[in-house]
């Protein structure tokens, strides 16, 4: 069965700092992954995704991922972080099959401070 | 305008009590999706459908039932509500491989 590993359950950063938000994958197969954010009490919204090609993934305000098949990862990136960026980061895979739903991964918590 | 909406937004139940949320999607897709999100945790897949008056057991369904009577509609039914259902209750609909998420549904039951 696939899974999906975000070791860090909590990041803090200050306003302007760089983020990285690690993603770590198990799947035999070619993955489909995803990065969603989540603000307080709302719905996820959609960051970025991966299919196929240029391992390197741009997403909206700012965010960008990359894809590594040899160490099973897609982390997140963000060259200067806003407040506004505080929010819960789920790695989300799917596997390709039409029934299959997503498997997530437990999130990651970012909190930025001015 | 949202593809994905859902009813109620939230809810306080009994237990032993029945509880329906409701989904609908304008996406035209033929996958939906109903997910639990427990605190400071990712989404679970409880039922799926993929096609009107057909649904599928996902990760999780024990104490929930799926109705999904038209293509743009897909129930999730607690019979017999429990204080462990209590949760953040999320629909989606999928087209290849992406799922579009409704807003949520915050389900307390006391």
């Known amino acids: 069965a696939q899974s999906v590993t975000q070791p860090d359950a909590r990041v803090t950063v200050s306003e302007g700092a760089s983020l990285q938000l690690r993603c770590k994958y198990s799947y035999s197969g070619t993955p489909y992954l995803f990065w969603y954010v989540q603000y307080p009490r709302q719905g996820l919204q959609l960051l970025l995704k991966y299919y196929s090609g240029d391992p390197v993934v741009q997403g909206v305000n700012g965010f960008e991922a990359e894809f590594s098949k040899s160490n099973s990862s897609f982390h997140l990136r963000k060259a200067s972080v806003h407040w506004s960026d505080s929010a819960v980061y789920f790695c989300?895979?799917?596997?390709?099959?039409?029934?299959?739903?997503?498997?997530f991964g437990l999130g990651t918590r970012v909190s930025v401070f001015p | 305008e949202a593809a994905v909406t859902q009813s109620p937004r939230s809810k306080v139940a009994v237990t032993g009590g029945k509880v329906t949320l409701s989904c609908h999607q304008t996406n035209n897709h033929d996958y939906m999706y109903w997910y639990r999100q427990d605190t400071g945790h990712g989404l679970r897949l409880i039922h799926y459908s993929y096609v009107a008056d057909s649904t599928e057991k996902g990760d999780i369904p024990d104490g929930y039932k799926a109705s999904r009577p038209s293509q743009e509609n897909f129930s999730l039914i607690l019979e017999l509500a429990s204080l462990s259902q209590t949760a953040v209750y999320f629909c989606?609909?999928?087209?290849?491989?992406?799922?579009?998420f409704g807003p949520g549904t915050r389900l307390t039951v006391l």
């Open positions: 989300v895979l799917s596997v390709g099959n039409y029934a299959q739903g997503l498997t």
């Open positions: 989606a609909s999928k087209d290849n491989y992406e799922q579009y």
